[in-house]
Every structure is written in structure tokens, then in C-alpha cells.
């Protein structure tokens, strides 16, 4: 009798997911608040960019693990439907694009968001090795108040692009500016004859962009934050704010 009821609110919990969205679960790895965005690693390093309300956003804590359900949007980010807390984890894979490396830490391009992941710099040099601007890595990371700490981190191949989002800064020339996670700065080269869209110094920009031998970028496509205001539909769902044990 007990399955029988386990199997009947399982098939009642798919049905209350809506038509138009599918189900997923992960550990949130960060927050990005101006985007109104969690960034969710699930199973195999696959991480996920969901966008949800303002308040949704707040009461979700780093290394909170989730069921929620979520539409995909035209940017390859999804809109949340229904999110619900089911535990906490202190781990994580990401599966994520080198954006670049500097002492301690790396920038990694990941389900069309950018996170940071920290490591001591002995400690990225004796484990970890020199990644290159495109180098695919695999990291395996523990979840802190402090952000995200690398355990290892390693090389499975080589993209010739990847995606950046961040706040615009300007022109030089024909390098764009960009400013990313922790105040960086990425400078993109505009292809001639490219035609930029209107942009004004502050505005929340995500770009495509190719990745030459030496590291460089250079814009494929750019797609202002305001294009996907019409698609960000949210959620009406639990709330769910209980933790519960264990690691993924």
C-alpha cells in the first residue's frame, strides 16, 4: 500500500509541472541578484542559469539543494515555474569553459552564467596546471560562505567560443569593454562591419564570442538583458524554505 501511494504522488508531481516546462534538481552555486538568477549545477556537471523573482532569488541561499521546474528561454537560461528546497550539499561539479586564470583563482563560463572558483594559488599549480582561455574543464568544487573552492579541476578538451554576460563599460576602438564576476574586465573585439546594438556604459550585456589561439575574443552575437524581460515568467510555486542532510 505504501509504494502504491509513493507512485501516486510521484505521477501527481509530474502532472502539477506545466505542460511548457521540465523537471530538474541541483545545488545552487551562485546568486546573481541583478539578473534576478540562480546558477544550479545538477548531476555531471551540468549547470543551469535560472531566472526567478526578486524575492525567490533572496530567500535561496548558496548550497541549497533544489527540485524546481523551469521553462527554457530563447537565451539558453530557463524561467523558473516551481522551486522547492530539499536539502543541502557542500559539493559540486561544473562542467564550464575557462574565461580566464590569474593567481588563485579562475573565471569559468558555465550555463550561460560566469562563476568563480577559487583555489590557493600552490594549490592550483600542483593539482590543477595552466588552463587557457576555451579549455573545457571539469571542476570539483566544495560550496561556501565564501563562494566556491576548487578540489581539482581538469582539462577535457578545447572550444573555439564561448559565452560571456556581464555590465558594458565602453568602447576602445574596437574593443569592447566588459566588466564580469568580481570587477573583472574582458575586452572583445568587434569584428568590422559588426553592428552593435544601442548600448550605454551600465547596461547588463550577453555575448558569444570566438576564442583564437592566444587566448583573445572576438563578438559573434550580443543580446541586451532587456530582450529577455518578456520571457522571464516565474514561478507562482513552493517556496519550500526547509534544509535538509546530505552531499552531492
Do not use: C, W, Y
Not at 48 to 60: D, E, F, L, N, S
Not at 150 to 170: V, W
Amino acid at each position: 500500500m505504501k509504494r502504491i501511494f509513493l507512485l501516486l504522488g510521484l505521477v501527481a508531481a509530474v502532472l502539477a509541472v506545466p505542460a511548457t516546462a521540465a523537471a530538474f534538481n541541483g545545488v545552487v552555486v551562485a546568486k546573481q541578484p541583478k539578473r534576478d538568477a540562480l546558477v544550479i549545477a545538477s548531476r555531471g556537471g551540468v549547470v543551469r542559469t535560472v531566472r526567478a523573482t526578486a524575492k525567490r532569488v533572496r530567500t535561496i541561499r548558496t548550497g541549497q539543494r533544489l527540485f524546481f521546474s523551469a521553462k527554457r528561454l530563447s537565451d539558453g537560461t530557463f524561467a523558473a515555474r516551481a522551486v522547492r528546497v530539499t536539502g543541502r550539499a557542500r559539493r559540486a561539479v561544473l562542467h564550464g569553459i575557462v574565461v580566464r586564470q590569474r593567481a588563485g583563482h579562475i573565471l569559468l563560463s558555465t550555463g550561460g552564467s560566469l562563476v568563480t572558483v577559487r583555489s590557493s594559488a600552490r594549490g592550483f599549480a600542483a593539482v590543477n596546471g595552466r588552463h587557457r582561455p576555451g579549455d573545457v574543464v571539469l571542476a570539483n568544487v566544495s560550496v561556501t560562505r565564501n563562494g566556491l573552492r576548487a578540489s581539482s579541476i581538469r582539462t577535457i578538451g578545447h572550444s573555439d567560443g564561448l559565452e560571456l554576460e556581464g555590465i558594458f563599460l565602453g568602447l576602445n576602438g574596437n574593443q569592447l569593454r566588459l566588466a564580469v564576476e568580481d570587477r573583472g574586465e574582458v575586452f572583445v573585439t568587434v569584428p568590422d562591419g559588426f553592428q552593435l546594438p544601442p548600448l550605454s556604459p551600465g547596461d547588463e550585456v550577453e555575448l558569444v564570442v570566438s576564442v583564437d589561439a592566444s587566448g583573445a575574443f572576438t563578438l559573434v552575437s550580443i543580446q541586451t538583458d532587456d530582450e529577455n524581460d518578456d520571457d522571464n515568467g516565474d514561478d507562482g510555486g513552493d517556496d519550500g524554505g526547509g534544509d535538509g542532510g546530505g552531499d552531492h
